[in-house]
């Protein structure tokens, strides 16, 4: 999966949702992507140059295919999805409290 983004305020579901699955994903280089730096591939965002170069070593390097795929499988297990779903209900839960709401 290709993440190209050019900007992105938040985390990226289709990202999250192929890293959950083990699949390599190629993420542009900014915003929360960032912190995807260690996990998968990542280029400058509009560096069509980079991009197509960490394609082309994903599909020539099996090895390194395999690589990113462990790294996702890593990453899933380690940030799984019902651990963000308490975290964004905590969240929600204290903004509410904040305000007044019930």
């Known amino acids: 999966l290709v993440v190209p983004y050019l900007m992105a305020i938040g ?3 289709p990202a999250h949702h192929a890293l959950s699955f083990g699949k390599a994903v190629v ?3 900014i915003g929360h992507n960032s ?3 260690d996990v998968c591939p ?4 509009g560096d069509t140059a980079r991009l197509e170069s960490e394609l082309r070593r994903l599909l020539a ?3 390194h295919a395999c690589t990113v795929r462990q790294r996702a499988v ?5 940030h799984p999805w019902a651990r ?3 975290a964004y209900s905590r969240f929600y839960r204290e903004v509410r ?3 007044g709401a019930r």
């Open 84 to 86: 963000l779903a308490r």
């Open 27 to 29: 993420v542009s280089d």
């Open 61 to 63: 390097d099996p090895e």
């Open 35 to 37: 912190g995807l730096k």
């Open 42 to 45: 990542s280029f400058p965002p």
């Open 11 to 13: 985390a990226s579901g």
């Open 74 to 78: 890593d990453y899933a297990e380690a």
């Open 97 to 99: 409290r904040r305000r």
